[in-house]
């Protein structure tokens, strides 16, 4: 069951540092469906991410 552990932890910390990756998009401004695309998929692997690493027993 080590993949399993991995992948939960994986997520957690994609979870965690995810959000410095927002920064870049907002300095640029959403001005282009580019930018906007970028955002949404940012969010979307973001929240699997949390679903994925919500299990994670570092972070209780």
Known sequence: MHL???VTAAGFWIG????????????VGIDSTTSLSI????????MVALV????????R
């Open 4 to 6: 399993g552990n991995a």
């Open 16 to 27: 965690t540092l995810l959000p410095v990756a927002y920064f870049p998009v907002f300095l």
């Open 39 to 46: 955002l949404l998929t940012l969010l979307a692997v973001h």
């Open 52 to 59: 994925v690493g919500h299990d994670y027993p570092g972070s």
